[in-house]
């Protein structure tokens, strides 16, 4: 892949509405000053870099859970999956991937399997940086099994800036593992919940990338990694 290709990527349908929009302003802008004018063109190349949706290499092998959502590993604990999804009350490692403006946003299934939950729920617009967020905030939450039985759940979480979550699942459908599903606008979080018995494979503030970094692998006997910023 040439230089050029890796800047020159397709732009996720979601955003041509977005992008025109903001191409039209600029139109507008250029006949109030030149100035405000450039000001828009840059606004309008921000817009097209953030609905960027680039191809990815995603790992095969099965068994491998893969990250939905580019950005940092904000946190990883042990908390309850959402109530909706019909989990029950035992908690689960929760990995947390944050996502701030500049990331690509377009989210992909973590394993291949099948969705046997799809959930939304309104709330707030906190930072989705902050614990609380995963209980308060606006949430798109998904619940699938592997062809091994493997039970897990991701959710869609908006952010202090999101006001749209975007997920095109149904329940019944047969995703693939780094299969694009959906994304949020503007700055959010992305939570994922791993079976029971799973350990996670990355750390908190590792950088992830969606359709391509492991967090999890079900045959790993690894321990739980450990990280210092070096």
């Not at 290709?5 to 000053?33: C, K, M, S, W």
Request: aromatic share 8%; with cysteine; charged share 25%.
């Amino acid at each position: 892949m040439s230089s050029l290709d890796r800047v020159l990527v397709p732009i996720n349908r979601e955003g041509y509405r977005f992008v025109g929009i903001f191409a039209v302003v600029t139109l507008v802008l250029f006949q109030v000053h030149e100035i405000l004018g450039w000001v828009g063109v840059v606004l309008t190349l921000w817009c097209a870099y953030f609905f960027r949706d680039p191809d990815r290499v995603t790992p095969t092998r099965e068994g491998l859970v893969i990250s939905p959502a580019d950005g940092v590993v904000q946190m990883i604990e042990r908390a309850i999956p959402p109530e909706e999804l019909g989990m029950g009350s035992d908690a689960r490692t929760r990995v947390s991937v944050f996502m701030n403006v500049f990331n690509v946003h377009v989210n992909r299934a973590p394993m291949d399997g099948e969705i046997t939950k799809v959930s939304y729920r309104k709330g707030e617009f906190l930072d989705a940086s902050l614990d609380k967020a995963s209980e308060a905030n606006e949430r798109q939450s998904v619940r699938m099994t592997t062809s091994d039985g493997k039970d897990i759940a991701f959710v869609q979480i908006a952010g202090l800036v999101a006001r749209r979550i975007l997920c095109h699942l149904k329940e019944g459908d047969q995703v693939r593992a780094g299969q694009r599903f959906g994304l949020i606008r503007f700055g959010s979080r992305v939570d994922v919940y791993l079976d029971h018995g799973m350990e996670p494979l990355v750390i908190p503030g590792q950088l992830t990338v969606a359709g391509e970094t492991v967090l999890a692998d079900v045959s790993s006997s690894e321990a739980r990694r450990a990280g210092e910023i070096r």
